[in-house]
């Protein structure tokens, strides 16, 4: 059996000729960054994809969560899910914020409404909630919170992109989202990320924010920072934005394979689809190590890896069992999310997987589950 490691993600890359042309035009124009050409044309590109009226295209998804929370002016408590990427809390933590940490839902692993308005106190002003793995928030739920409140919405949709609702688009929902363009996302511009909201005005402050708060040559309105993202970026994700459907519908044949082939183990939980979801991204292909099977999750992790596959904990561990956030408000009861952290592992999924890495992948999870 082939050694050679196999990620949990790979890049998506067209073929480099591919990019030349792209290229040629940017040294034509010398226009390198500062809102340039292909900025300007993938923002038009994303709102039609995603069927979002108004998008800033940013250098990076930690950097849009920023700007958001400053172009909303949210200070003060912000409710949050554990179960993220760190980014997703140390972004409340970098604009002011003070992040209390609220459970999630078992079946969708993302804030549970009800949580969330058990953590509300005088000081909150915002919900911050991620779509884990692409999987939909209760965006209804949380709405309704937040209205009757009066706080603010942020989605953090890092994993989101493209997906879809019956009811349209997964960015339509709270007063922004956040998208990340990292090189391991489904679409991704190397680093890049991506602010989509409805309010023009809104839209306004972010790309306000993210020159420095230049309105003009001469005038600084607001205390913004370097979060633009240049034109490298900008044409790489013009070109790539031609191959996300076939990238999107190569990964969810390699998670229908790993479907069929799992559904049978016994201990290993795959996650069911949510109602209400048109299309999925399959950026990531989660399955939970319960009672059950012969291995625990870290031991199934460490037999991988010790074949070449590195599959990843994400994510283990909870944002709230870092050394900095372990005083935060919530943090010691969160037992849903620490359960799905205990035994998530996250499989490799990629459009460039070959058929012989996809059993690869199903011979070594079969194999430790006859242990
Ligand atoms: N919110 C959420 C919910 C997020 O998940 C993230 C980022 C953010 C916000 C912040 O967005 P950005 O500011 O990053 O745009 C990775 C990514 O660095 C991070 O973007 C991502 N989430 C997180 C879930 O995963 P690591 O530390 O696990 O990445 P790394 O370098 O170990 O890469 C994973 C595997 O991918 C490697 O083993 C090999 C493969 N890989 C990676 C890179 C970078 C490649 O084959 N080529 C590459 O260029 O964090």
Redesign the pocket.
């Given at each position: 059996m082939s050694d050679k490691p196999l990620?949990?993600?790979?890049?998506a890359l067209p073929p480099l000729e591919q990019f030349e042309p792209l290229l040629r035009e940017i040294w034509a124009s010398r226009r390198l960054t500062n809102g340039g050409a292909f900025a300007t044309r993938l923002e038009t590109e994303l709102a039609g994809y995603l069927e979002a009226p108004q998008v800033s295209v940013l250098a990076?998804?930690?950097l849009a969560?920023m700007l958001a929370l400053k172009a909303l002016e949210v200070e003060g408590e912000v409710i949050t899910t554990p179960y993220?990427?760190v980014?997703?809390t140390h972004a409340l933590v970098w604009s002011g914020c003070t992040p209390v940490f609220a459970d999630i839902d078992p079946v969708s692993l993302n804030l549970d409404p009800a949580a969330v308005e058990a953590a509300i106190t005088p000081r909150t002003r915002a919900i911050l909630a991620?779509h884990v793995y692409g999987r939909p928030c209760d965006t209804a739920g949380l709405q309704a919170v937040a209205d009757r409140h009066g706080l603010r919405l942020i989605y953090?949709a890092?994993?989101a992109f493209g997906v879809q609702l019956d009811s349209g688009s997964l960015m339509a929902a709270g007063d922004a989202a956040i998208l990340?363009?990292?090189?391991?996302k489904v679409f991704h511009t190397f680093?890049g990320?991506a602010i989509v909201c409805r309010d023009e005005a809104l839209k306004a402050r972010i790309d306000l924010l993210r020159n420095f708060g230049f309105k003009g040559e001469t005038r600084v309105l607001a205390t913004g920072i370097n979060a633009k993202m240049n034109e490298l970026q900008a044409a790489f994700g013009c070109l790539t934005l031609g191959s996300i459907d076939a990238e999107i519908a190569a990964r969810a044949a390699i998670a229908a394979r790993y479907r069929a082939a799992f559904a049978p183990l016994t201990g290993l939980r795959l996650l069911s689809g949510l109602p209400g979801v048109a299309r999925h991204n399959h950026g990531y292909y989660p399955v939970f190590i319960e009672a059950g099977f012969p291995l625990d999750r870290d031991t199934l992790y460490t037999r991988l890896r010790e074949q070449g596959i590195?599959a990843?904990r994400?994510f283990y561990p909870l944002i709230s069992d870092f050394d900095m956030y372990r005083d935060a408000p919530g943090a010691d009861h969160l037992p849903v999310a620490r359960r799905m952290a205990d035994t998530v592992l996250c499989l490799p999924l990629f459009g460039a997987m070959e058929d012989a890495d996809v059993a690869r992948v199903i011979d070594a999870v079969s194999a430790a589950a006859r242990t």
């Open positions: 990620y949990v993600t790979e890049p990076n998804g930690t969560l993220s990427f980014a997703t991620v953090d890092a994993h990340s363009f990292h090189a391991t680093e990320g590195i990843r994400y």
